[in-house]
């Protein structure tokens, strides 16, 4: 017998142990496919492999949160219950989603020099911003239409921010407005600006968030209407369900795809979807025909920044001339951001971006950052890269699609965990002390 035939002998003897294994009775999923692989004859190693990563994937196997073992597995756990086109808004980049990917993937060019015989008993990882003192550094980026996910809605990732100690921070078109979120966080959150071409809409939506006490108002620049999410197209596509029956009007961010056309939203239907927004509650939205308007320049932050009595932040800087820009125009904090990918089809990561953004601010004011960060390592990375804080945004909403509420604790408490962690492991016993030093390249 040649080597080859051998081989495949061994595979296939595997597989029926491993189909036939007692450790493997209780999942009848599991046996079950095995067989069918065995009976689908040619058994390479590839196939096998693929198969078993798909099936540790699956998300079968978990059924509480406690049972999940990092924030990626809540992935799949959100794909079985959200609806395809809800699932398809959330996962979407734009064109290939090639820069969603690099986001991540940017991490794991960087390395973590981690350092020995450091007394690592007790670990600090709480950060102050603008005054206030968090647990961690790790906050909520802000996320539309949370209740396309799950009925709890923002109001279940508030409840999570504030039972964990979290900053979020509350989209303006979330499905519940910032009174509600600061009451069920119990902690501050800070209010997401899209400005609309409406000042007096802006304006109002600012002295809103304002009067509720919201300490600070994030500026998000980031974004053109129009972007190109195929991933939202093809996936509503799939999605057999009649979407008029909740989105009621002409227009809505997951009703684009059934055509392919990249809809302006400047239609009647625009202005009946954010009507139905609770931070427009009450507002005259008739003449409101963009959320991002193309014609959005630096004198408008001028403008906003005369306007805004608590912090303004700038949220989608990823240069240093922009960076210094935001700075001379009165901002009092950036996040590194590009939309999670949404925006536009750069291939840059936001973790290489944050270095220039960093040197443009000069240390003057605060720089956050979001994008892919999956694992307390990432954020380790990004805070000896010199990031304030660090953002997240799919993998709260698929915690709060899984398993609500209960869920984003879950992928919070994951986080926190992985940080202190790695904080241990490098020998860096405070925020403060994750310097450049303790990734590559260091200086
Ligand atoms: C479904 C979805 C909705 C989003 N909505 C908003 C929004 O309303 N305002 C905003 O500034 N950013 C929004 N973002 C971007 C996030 O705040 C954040 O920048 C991004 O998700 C970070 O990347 P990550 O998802 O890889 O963690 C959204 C992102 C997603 C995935």
Redesign the pocket.
């Given at each position: 017998m040649d080597h080859k035939m051998e081989l495949n002998k061994t595979r296939r003897k595997f597989l029926r142990m491993l189909a036939a294994s007692p450790v493997l009775a209780g999942s009848h999923l599991f046996s079950n496919s095995v067989t069918n692989l065995l009976a689908a004859g040619e058994v390479t190693e590839r196939k096998f492999r693929d198969w078993l990563e798909n099936f540790q994937q699956s998300g079968d196997q978990i059924t509480s949160p406690d049972q999940v073992l990092d924030v990626m597995d809540f992935e799949p756990l959100a794909r079985k219950v959200v609806p395809p086109a809800h699932f398809g808004?959330?996962?979407?980049g734009v064109d290939d989603d090639d820069t969603?990917r690099a986001?991540?993937e940017a991490y794991s060019r960087i390395q973590i020099r981690a350092r020995r015989l450091v007394n690592a008993e007790n670990v600090d990882m709480s950060r102050t911003l603008f005054g206030t003192k968090w647990d961690t550094p790790i906050v909520l980026?802000?996320?539309?239409?949370q209740k396309a996910f799950h009925p709890d809605g923002e109001l279940g990732v508030a409840r999570a921010a504030g039972a964990k100690g979290h900053l979020m921070?509350l989209?303006?078109?979330?499905t519940a407005s910032i009174e509600d979120a600061l009451a069920a966080s119990g902690k501050p959150v800070w209010q997401?600006l899209?400005p609309t071409n409406v000042w007096e809409i802006t304006q109002a939506i600012v002295k809103r968030a304002e009067r509720a006490g919201s300490p600070a108002i994030?500026l998000?620049v980031?974004?053109h209407d129009g972007s190109n999410r195929e991933t939202l197209f093809r996936a509503q596509r799939v999605d057999k369900r009649e979407c008029s029956m909740c989105h009621m009007g002409s227009y809505s961010p997951f009703a684009r795809g059934r055509t392919g056309a990249i809809a302006a939203p400047a239609s009647a239907g625009f202005a009946n979807y954010i009507a139905r927004k609770p931070m427009f509650n009450g507002l005259d939205v008739s003449k409101v025909n963009a959320l991002h308007p193309l014609d959005l320049n630096w004198d408008f932050v001028k403008r906003l920044r005369d306007t805004v009595t608590v912090k303004l932040l700038i949220?989608?800087i990823v240069t240093r001339e922009d960076a210094q820009l935001a700075v001379e125009h009165g901002s009092d904090g950036l996040?590194v951001?590009?939309?999670?990918?949404?925006a536009e089809e750069t291939l840059r990561s936001?973790i290489e971006s944050l270095p220039e953004v960093i040197d443009g601010v000069g240390g003057k004011v605060p720089v956050l950052v979001?994008?892919?960060?999956?694992r307390g390592t990432d954020i380790f990375k990004a805070l000896a890269l010199g990031a304030t804080a660090v953002?997240?945004?799919?993998?709260h909403?698929w915690g709060l699609a899984a398993f609500g509420q209960a869920g984003v604790e879950a992928v919070l408490e994951i986080y926190r965990r992985e940080l202190r962690n790695i904080m241990r492991q490098a020998g860096t016993t405070s925020v403060e002390k994750i310097t450049r030093a303790y990734v590559t390249p260091s200086r």
């Amino acid at each position: 017998m040649d080597h080859k035939m051998e081989l495949n002998k061994t595979r296939r003897k595997f597989l029926r142990m491993l189909a036939a294994s007692p450790v493997l009775a209780g999942s009848h999923l599991f046996s079950n496919s095995v067989t069918n692989l065995l009976a689908a004859g040619e058994v390479t190693e590839r196939k096998f492999r693929d198969w078993l990563e798909n099936f540790q994937q699956s998300g079968d196997q978990i059924t509480s949160p406690d049972q999940v073992l990092d924030v990626m597995d809540f992935e799949p756990l959100a794909r079985k219950v959200v609806p395809p086109a809800h699932f398809g808004y959330l996962a979407t980049g734009v064109d290939d989603d090639d820069t969603v990917r690099a986001n991540h993937e940017a991490y794991s060019r960087i390395q973590i020099r981690a350092r020995r015989l450091v007394n690592a008993e007790n670990v600090d990882m709480s950060r102050t911003l603008f005054g206030t003192k968090w647990d961690t550094p790790i906050v909520l980026s802000p996320v539309s239409a949370q209740k396309a996910f799950h009925p709890d809605g923002e109001l279940g990732v508030a409840r999570a921010a504030g039972a964990k100690g979290h900053l979020m921070m509350l989209s303006t078109v979330a499905t519940a407005s910032i009174e509600d979120a600061l009451a069920a966080s119990g902690k501050p959150v800070w209010q997401q600006l899209y400005p609309t071409n409406v000042w007096e809409i802006t304006q109002a939506i600012v002295k809103r968030a304002e009067r509720a006490g919201s300490p600070a108002i994030v500026l998000t620049v980031d974004l053109h209407d129009g972007s190109n999410r195929e991933t939202l197209f093809r996936a509503q596509r799939v999605d057999k369900r009649e979407c008029s029956m909740c989105h009621m009007g002409s227009y809505s961010p997951f009703a684009r795809g059934r055509t392919g056309a990249i809809a302006a939203p400047a239609s009647a239907g625009f202005a009946n979807y954010i009507a139905r927004k609770p931070m427009f509650n009450g507002l005259d939205v008739s003449k409101v025909n963009a959320l991002h308007p193309l014609d959005l320049n630096w004198d408008f932050v001028k403008r906003l920044r005369d306007t805004v009595t608590v912090k303004l932040l700038i949220k989608g800087i990823v240069t240093r001339e922009d960076a210094q820009l935001a700075v001379e125009h009165g901002s009092d904090g950036l996040i590194v951001s590009n939309h999670g990918g949404r925006a536009e089809e750069t291939l840059r990561s936001t973790i290489e971006s944050l270095p220039e953004v960093i040197d443009g601010v000069g240390g003057k004011v605060p720089v956050l950052v979001d994008g892919g960060v999956r694992r307390g390592t990432d954020i380790f990375k990004a805070l000896a890269l010199g990031a304030t804080a660090v953002g997240f945004g799919r993998p709260h909403s698929w915690g709060l699609a899984a398993f609500g509420q209960a869920g984003v604790e879950a992928v919070l408490e994951i986080y926190r965990r992985e940080l202190r962690n790695i904080m241990r492991q490098a020998g860096t016993t405070s925020v403060e002390k994750i310097t450049r030093a303790y990734v590559t390249p260091s200086r």
